[in-house]
């Protein structure tokens, strides 16, 4: 073999290894973008919720004074409110977001069915507003946390990404799931004993 066929097979050589090497890097680098896009879309969804909690003192401060029979309710929604600050992974911070959920929205409703007087004062009014809002914003942020992990998950599944994943300990994210309780439709009983 002459200088130039050795040359020409080392200079394909370092072709192939800068090919693969920057294949790796290209594909590791994707995945650690979405990976990054998944855990930022999840802290989006955590924001519009903790959102809310910061919301329910004062809702719940605006309705007490004219409430003082639903004291159970306000219980619940400071418990629930209690499980949400507490929760530290995403599984709880999303269960206890669903109880705090329920518990709001009973509140919501015996404010518009049983105090239509308190449903009109003005800082009632803006308050559930903003709440309705958020709640509108945490649906939207769960959409494109959904969406993000989706994108995520079909890139750790591709070829050659799923090698690459593997080597890189990138793992499957899990999406958001509802709670069960959420795909029975709610039951509001409005008939409360107040006779203890």
Known sequence: MNKKSKNAIWIGIVVIVVVIVGTIIGTYNNLASAENDVDADWSQVENVMQRRADLVPNLVESVKGSMQQEQEIFGNITEARKSYNDASTPEEKVAANDDLSRELSTMVNVIRESYPELGSNENVKTLMSQLEGTENRISTERRRYIQSVNTYNK??????????????????????????????????DFNIDTSE
Do not use: H, Q, T, Y
């Open 155 to 188: 890139l750790l599944v591709r070829f050659p990404n799923n090698m690459i994943a593997g080597l890189f300990n990138f793992e499957r994210k899990d999406n958001f799931e509802a709670d069960d309780d959420a795909k029975e439709v709610p039951k509001v």
